[in-house]
């Protein structure tokens, strides 16, 4: 199993300042997959692998095909389906043990036990993905919304989706950008963000909250019920978070989950607090 967070090393992108630092709240990784000694074909004209058609390999380059290959069967069962709405089946539903039901640990040296910036969500099960029950969707304005919320120029945006577009006074705020994960990086006291979650699953039906809080952070969610039927396939929710630290700290790590008994919907949160501005700049 491959477990770990992508590094870009190669330009930079000419992305505004404010969408450099604001990138902290996009949560990463989203998800883990297998990756070690797995089988792989090969060519048999590579002469620096061997010549029986197959071979077996490890590395992100195995688990990202497994990853590929879930998305491929899940566009194929569901056609409508956006590519946010897939993402979100496969984050939501992940193993947070491995298979057997054990700790799942990081690799590297020292040993550690692995955390969500470790694998995301967790590690992927294709058969819980299928039907999740509810997705965290995106759409057009919301792209927008977060392109505004990072500082994007309304010129720029405009140009992008192909219509004027005039970003909202104050502008959004990126932690409600409708993602499968709740990142707060710089917690001072409190904050509201939003989330909304469509119903992909059963007409009729009723999911409550769950959810284990970050060590020294309280978190509230309001409502705690969301009922679904065929009028309302879409709701929204609020979620508190505040913190009982007086210093700095690292990231805690808790989750949310939302459940009809059958269906388990549940996201990642990472919250540090930040009471006093650091002297350098961790970019």
């Known amino acids: 199993m491959i477990l770990g967070q992508a ?8 992305l505004p300042r404010e969408s450099r630092e604001q990138q902290r709240e996009l949560f990463r990784p989203d998800i883990a997959a297998p990756g070690v000694s797995i089988l792989a074909a090969t060519s048999t004209a590579n002469s620096t692998l061997n010549d029986r058609g197959f071979i077996m390999l490890s590395g992100t380059s195995m688990a990202a095909p497994v990853i590929s290959g879930v998305v491929a069967l899940l566009k194929a069962r569901h056609r409508d389906w956006s590519p946010a709405a897939i993402r979100s089946a496969i984050v939501t539903t992940a193993w947070r043990t491995d298979p057997f039901g054990e700790q799942i640990f990081a690799q590297g040296s020292p040993r550690k036990l692995a955390d969500p910036f470790d694998y995301g969500g967790g590690l992927v099960n294709p058969e ?18 977060y392109m505004c919320s990072v500082g994007y120029n309304e010129s720029s945006i405009s140009q992008l989706v192909g ?32 989330r909304t979650l469509t ?76 009471i006093l501005q650091n002297y350098y700049d961790e970019n």
């Open 163 to 194: 219509k004027g577009t005039v970003c909202s006074k104050p502008r959004p705020s990126v932690l409600d950008f409708n993602m499968p994960s709740i990142t707060i990086p710089n917690l001072k006291e409190e904050v509201t963000l939003t």
């Open 199 to 274: 119903n992909v699953g059963p007409v009729e039906s009723v999911y409550k909250a769950a959810f284990e809080p970050p060590l020294g952070f309280q978190v509230t969610v309001t409502p705690e019920r969301l009922v679904f039927n065929s009028e309302t396939k879409r709701l929204s929710y609020q979620v508190r978070v505040s913190t009982t630290h007086k210093i700095n700290t690292g990231f805690y790590f808790g989750s949310l989950t939302w459940s009809d008994s059958v269906h388990h919907v549940t996201i990642p949160l990472s919250v540090r607090t930040q």
């Open 7 to 14: 590094m870009y090393t190669g330009p930079e992108l000419g």
């Open 128 to 145: 819980k993905a299928a039907k999740p029950g509810l997705v965290y969707d995106l759409g057009l304005e919301d792209y927008v919304g």
